[in-house]
């Protein structure tokens, strides 16, 4: 069975984030980028389905910069098989992105698509869902866990105060969540063999963005507070100070 | 203005995170000239429901009651959703930010062919737009978003806006839907309960969140303990290391790769507060961290801090939040 994954190339979650001179983006100087994390599961998601099923190919595909080749190398090292960079603006606007992951997605049109349920650096938590609905496939998001069966994909959704156990008739469109898809390492015969891999390249067939970021700022600093006490003697002015000062006992 | 909130119901309840939506709706309506209005959906009964949402500003409800609609279904609420907004002529639609409304909102966006914008914090409006804000790079930044189409749709994180009584009640409408359940193709199998009655991390008002620094997954009744005495409005969370461990389920992780968090009240017990953690609660009113290192990271972000053995501090926290509420 072939697979597409979507990957993003983001800042690596370490780092500390400053706003740029444009004061609308991040200051670039200095940031590590690495693929991102919920995509890491989704591309181990991929690798281990396409081991069960002893066939198939998996094919990473981003959309992004020249500098996103790296971020597919990675999954290239993990296991996948080959790679597409869609060379395009890369902006807030999921739909935007969507809808030239879409464009590409629709010609070859795989029994299954994955993808991180969100993006760490915009945290839009859209771009799965959006693709679904334009490809006309039915979807299941934030998922943690998935067996395919009988031509169909049955899908561990995580929602509040549960897990929902979603059928998704193939061809589908699956988010993953942190959950059983605990992402290999590349080895380094890994990263050698991703070298000779096949990463092709081409121009992003981009809808304009109609998400338009005004301005950027860092949260405002959380004073530090206090420092109650030591030990148990505290806890009684703990109390005291939740309720009289901050009002929430 | 014209703003349409989308509310959810459970259990013949219309959640907090929905009331707050309805609220902020009415609020911003009421700034820009212009009126809320809420859609409900949900199974034959759910109309009952409908009129006592004026109380939280709808000026009208619409109500969807179909067998088919009893529960969420990922291809049948975003159809019905969609044609509820291209009656109304609405100029903004609002859903709550949770599991299910950040599902249904992309697939709405992409039925009617506009830019969605998640887990908004801050809405405002200036020169009769909206303006909206939202964090990014995990709560590390907030962006101000221009919105270049109509409607404009967002998801409002739970637990930030405020659901506020008010007079007067609503005008009740019922939305025709003609629908054909047949053709969904998602057959939504089951679902397994976690919690029991125990709000979910991401929508609790109260967090009693426990790390590596709780030893062994046994210890959870003290946080469990604590978590009762604080009252049904409480929930708990835990840091990725425990986690990963095994000792607590996946979907009470908090932080980056967990769910983001911005209770009322924020408790951190035996939590480092790596970077990756505080990005999932440093959006909470009140933080209060229980750490034995002085210098541990969760410090310089907590309100309250008690520098100490938890397996001291906690069950007198436990007693005297008992004791408090018995006081009344
Ligand atoms: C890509 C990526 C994503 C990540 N995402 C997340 C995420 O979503 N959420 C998250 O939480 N982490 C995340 N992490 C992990 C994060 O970096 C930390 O490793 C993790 O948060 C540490 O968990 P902890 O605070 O429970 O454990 P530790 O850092 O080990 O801290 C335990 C604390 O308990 C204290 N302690 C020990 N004994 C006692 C006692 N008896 N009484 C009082 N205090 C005590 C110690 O002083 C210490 O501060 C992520 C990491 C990466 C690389
Ligand atoms: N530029 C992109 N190229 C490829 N995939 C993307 C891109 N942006 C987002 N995605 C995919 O969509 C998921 C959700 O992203 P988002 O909706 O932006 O939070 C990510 O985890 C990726 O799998």
Known sequence: ?249 | MKILAVVEQRDGEVPGASREVISAAASLAEEAGGEAHALLLGGPEVSEQAAALGAFGAARVKVAAHDALAEYHPDGYPQVVRQAVEEGGYDAVLLPATSQGKDLAPRLAALLDVPLAQDITRASVAEGALELFRPVYAGKAFTQLKVDASPVLATLRPNVFQAQERDGGAEVESLEVELDPDSWPTVVASFEATGGDVPDVAEAAVVVSGGRGMKDPENWNLLEDLREALGSEAGLGASRAVVDAGWRPHGEQVGQTGKTVAPKLYFAIGISGAIQHLAGMRTAGTIVAVNRDPDAPIFKVADYGIVGDLFEVVPRLTQEVRDLKAQG
């Open chain 1, 1 to 249: 069975m072939n697979i597409i994954v979507c990957i993003k190339r983001v800042p690596d979650t370490e780092t500390r984030i400053r706003v740029g001179d444009d004061g609308t983006s991040i200051d670039e100087s200095g940031v590590k980028y690495v693929m991102s994390p919920y995509d890491e599961f989704a591309v181990e998601a991929a690798l281990r389905t396409k081991e069960e099923l002893g066939e198939g190919e998996v094919t990473v595909l981003t959309l992004g910069d020249d500098a996103s080749q790296e971020t597919l190398r990675t999954a290239l090292a993990m296991g996948a098989d080959k790679a597409v960079l869609l060379q395009g603006d890369v902006s807030p606007d999921g739909l935007a992105t969507a809808k030239a992951l879409a464009a590409e997605i629709g010609e070859s049109d795989p029994p299954l698509v994955l993808l991180g349920v969100k993006a760490a650096d915009d945290d839009q938590q859209q771009v799965g869902p959006m693709l679904a609905t334009l490809l006309g496939r039915p979807c299941a998001t934030a998922v943690s866990n998935f067996e395919l069966k009988d031509g169909a994909v049955v899908c561990h959704s995580e929602v509040e105060g549960g897990t929902q156990v979603l059928e998704l008739p193939l061809p589908a469109v699956v988010t993953i969540t942190k959950g059983e898809f605990e992402p290999r390492y590349a080895s380094l015969k890994g990263i050698m063999a991703a070298k000779r891999k096949p990463l092709e390249t081409r121009e992003a067939q981009s809808a304009p963005s109609r998400l338009e970021v005004k301005s950027m700022e860092l949260p405002p600093e959380r004073e530090a507070g206090k420092i109650v006490g030591e030990g148990a003697d505290a806890v009684p002015e703990l109390v005291r100070l939740l309720r009289e000062e901050a009002n929430v006992l």
